[in-house]
């Protein structure tokens, strides 16, 4: 973790006074996720509590500030986050808190912080963060663009009226009301593209300059136009045009881009936008291993977790429990060879039932189809 944060600024080893000591921005972010609690509450919390201000290394210094806390954190490495995780399984089976003899996995929807994405709402968001952009930049280009007043105009308040009227139209019963509707979301494009294009002009003149301002506005535009046109083009084709677009193309989030449109069959929402993470369990509540999958389903989990837990426990669970979707992997590779020398009971829930079966039968492929064999009651 030392080394992730070093790495925030270029002199930040070796020079400025000193900053948090990385033992207290730890426990505090560890603090910040055990309750689920923002920034801001964390602050109170440890500010408050003299328990936490033991637990975090506080004591009677003055707790750090929650953009502290936040921008310290955007540094680390998912790599150093599953490291710092193995330690703490390691350290829990050296304290006997548990011995890795049963398993258990599933998958969940874990929802990013996002609002519910819209057509209308992904344009006016694409209006707003260039608007912003360009009348950051004024000030850089004014002497290298003519007209920087026209450039640099934000155009935010016409695409929230217009987005407003789109609205009230909603709500309406009208046997026009579609292609009223049509009428907006055209103006609410049309709106969106002279937004690209003057935000195309400022970018090229910010090109020509070596300031650091200058280039952190460029890196920044670079990164959000392409999303920008991506949701100008799905909203022609959706609603202008009337055609279906895959889930995995659509882009639900300008400041979230990795969101997915996660399917749920059960009751509640039938749509969560998210993405969906597999999380291991051992004995004793001690989460082994947690993984953002880019495939809609946790087929073929169940090996990737198993060689997971040999080389954390260095010996293979007695007992795997898990939902019938992380049971199938039509093909072992040369690392889970090995563990077809120990068989494992495995439980799989089907339909509300249980069956047992051994888990070298889930890897191997059946001659009778994808099912499982070796069935026991």
Same mark, same amino acid.
């Given at each position: 973790?030392?080394?992730?944060?070093?790495?925030?600024?270029?002199?930040?080893?070796?020079?400025?006074?000193?900053?948090?000591?990385?033992?207290?921005?730890?426990?505090?972010?560890?603090?910040?996720?055990?309750?689920?609690?923002?920034?801001?509450?964390?602050?109170?919390?440890?500010?408050?509590?003299?328990?936490?201000?033991?637990?975090?290394?506080?004591?009677?210094?003055?707790?750090?500030?929650?953009?502290?806390?936040?921008?310290?954190?955007?540094?680390?490495?998912?790599?150093?986050?599953?490291?710092?995780?193995?330690?703490?399984?390691?350290?829990?089976?050296?304290?006997?808190?548990?011995?890795?003899?049963?398993?258990?996995?599933?998958?969940?929807?874990?929802?990013?912080?996002?609002?519910?994405?819209?057509?209308?709402?992904?344009?006016?968001?694409?209006?707003?963060?260039?608007?912003?952009?360009?009348?950051?930049?004024?000030?850089?280009?004014?002497?290298? &663009?003519?007209?920087? /007043? *026209? #450039?640099?105009?934000?155009?935010?308040?016409?695409?929230? $009226?217009? !987005?407003?009227? +789109?609205? %009230?139209?909603?709500?309406?019963?009208?046997?026009?009301?579609?292609?009223?509707?049509?009428?907006?979301?055209?103006?609410?494009?049309?709106?969106?593209?002279?937004? &690209?294009?003057?935000? /195309? *002009? #400022?970018?090229?003149?910010?090109?020509?300059?070596?300031? $650091?301002? !200058?280039?952190? +506005?460029? %890196?920044?535009?670079?990164?959000?136009?392409?999303?920008?046109?991506?949701?100008?083009?799905?909203?022609?084709?959706?609603?202008?045009?009337?055609?279906?677009?895959?889930?995995?193309?659509?882009?639900?989030?300008?400041?979230?881009?990795?969101?997915?449109?996660?399917?749920?069959?059960?009751?509640?929402?039938?749509?969560?936008?998210?993405?969906?993470?597999?999380?291991?369990?051992?004995?004793?509540?001690?989460?082994?291993?947690?993984?953002?999958?880019?495939?809609?389903?946790?087929?073929?989990?169940?090996?990737?977790?198993?060689?997971?837990?040999?080389?954390?426990?260095?010996?293979?669970?007695?007992?795997?429990?898990?939902?019938?979707?992380?049971?199938?992997?039509?093909?072992?590779?040369?690392?889970?060879?090995?563990?077809?020398?120990?068989?494992?009971?495995?439980?799989?829930?089907?339909?509300?039932?249980?069956?047992?079966?051994?888990?070298?039968?889930?890897?191997?492929?059946?001659?009778?189809?994808?099912?499982?064999?070796?069935?026991?009651?």
């Amino acid at each position: 973790m030392r080394a992730d944060f070093g790495k925030r600024y270029r002199f930040t080893l070796v020079h400025g006074r000193h900053s948090t000591p990385v033992e207290v921005l730890l426990r505090m972010l560890i603090c910040k996720h055990l309750y689920q609690w923002s920034y801001q509450e964390t602050v109170k919390q440890v500010y408050d509590n003299l328990l936490l201000r033991w637990f975090c290394r506080v004591y009677w210094a003055a707790v750090p500030d929650a953009s502290t806390l936040f921008r310290w954190e955007q540094t680390l490495r998912p790599e150093t986050l599953h490291a710092l995780n193995d330690r703490v399984v390691q350290l829990a089976a050296q304290a006997k808190v548990t011995k890795g003899r049963k398993l258990r996995l599933d998958a969940t929807c874990v929802q990013t912080n996002i609002h519910h994405p819209t057509d209308s709402g992904l344009l006016v968001d694409s209006v707003r963060v260039l608007s912003r952009f360009v009348q950051r930049a004024k000030g850089l280009v004014q002497d290298q &663009v003519s007209d920087v /007043q *026209q #450039v640099c105009r934000s155009r935010l308040r016409t695409a929230r $009226q217009v !987005a407003q009227t +789109l609205h %009230r139209q909603l709500r309406r019963k009208a046997e026009d009301k579609e292609a009223q509707q049509k009428e907006l979301y055209q103006k609410l494009i049309q709106t969106s593209e002279q937004m &690209v294009r003057q935000s /195309q *002009q #400022v970018m090229a003149a910010l090109g020509q300059q070596t300031g $650091q301002q !200058a280039k952190r +506005l460029l %890196r920044q535009a670079q990164e959000v136009l392409p999303l920008v046109e991506r949701v100008i083009a799905q909203t022609r084709t959706r609603v202008l045009e009337g055609k279906k677009m895959a889930s995995g193309q659509k882009v639900l989030s300008l400041f979230e881009p990795h969101t997915r449109a996660i399917p749920r069959h059960k009751g509640g929402a039938l749509v969560e936008f998210g993405r969906h993470v597999v999380l291991d369990e051992v004995d004793g509540g001690i989460v082994t291993r947690y993984q953002i999958l880019e495939h809609p389903t946790e087929h073929g989990q169940a090996l990737e977790a198993v060689v997971h837990h040999r080389a954390l426990f260095e010996h293979p669970p007695n007992l795997v429990a898990g939902d019938r979707g992380v049971e199938g992997s039509p093909q072992l590779s040369g690392s889970a060879r090995p563990l077809l020398r120990w068989p494992i009971s495995a439980v799989a829930s089907d339909g509300g039932r249980r069956r047992r079966v051994a888990i070298f039968s889930l890897f191997l492929p059946s001659p009778l189809g994808r099912g499982c064999r070796n069935l026991e009651p």
